[in-house]
């Protein structure tokens, strides 16, 4: 399996800046798809942003124009800008491998363990 390791989380107040880091060894050679999630307590889990093995990006609806996303293949890590955060962000962020176009059954559904995002009003 190719595991992924989020860092980076944190507590910030309402309008400051966090980045997300997702660690894969492996993801790019086996041509992994990236997914961002999210789930806040007492909720559902919920896809945040996603990168394709063509680069391709997607973001939810709640996050486009304040998150990107961007990777390093030299060094296997997916990053998650988040700009101008909103309480309502609070929640754990996970990434979850998934494969891609062409891309090797090791990178299916493997999820990191989550890192925590706090912002306060």
């Known amino acids: 399996q190719v595991q992924p390791v989020e860092s980076g989380g944190g507590s910030v107040q309402a309008g400051g800046s966090l980045r997300l880091s997702c660690t894969a060894p492996?993801?790019?050679?086996?041509?992994?798809?990236i997914h961002w999630y999210r789930q806040a307590t007492g909720s559902e889990r919920e896809w945040v942003s996603s990168?394709?093995?063509?680069?391709?990006?997607d973001y939810a609806d709640s996050v486009k124009g304040r998150f990107a996303i961007s990777e390093d293949r030299t060094r296997d890590t997916v990053y998650l800008q988040m700009n101008s955060l909103k309480p309502e962000d609070t929640a754990m962020y996970s990434c979850?491998?998934?494969?891609?176009?062409?891309?090797?059954?090791?990178?299916?559904?493997?999820w990191g363990q989550g890192t925590q995002v706090t912002v306060s009003s």
């Open positions: 979850k491998t998934e494969v891609g176009w062409g891309g090797s059954w090791l990178c299916r559904n493997n």
């Open positions: 492996g993801f790019t050679a086996a041509k992994c798809d």
């Open positions: 990168i394709r093995t063509d680069g391709e990006t």
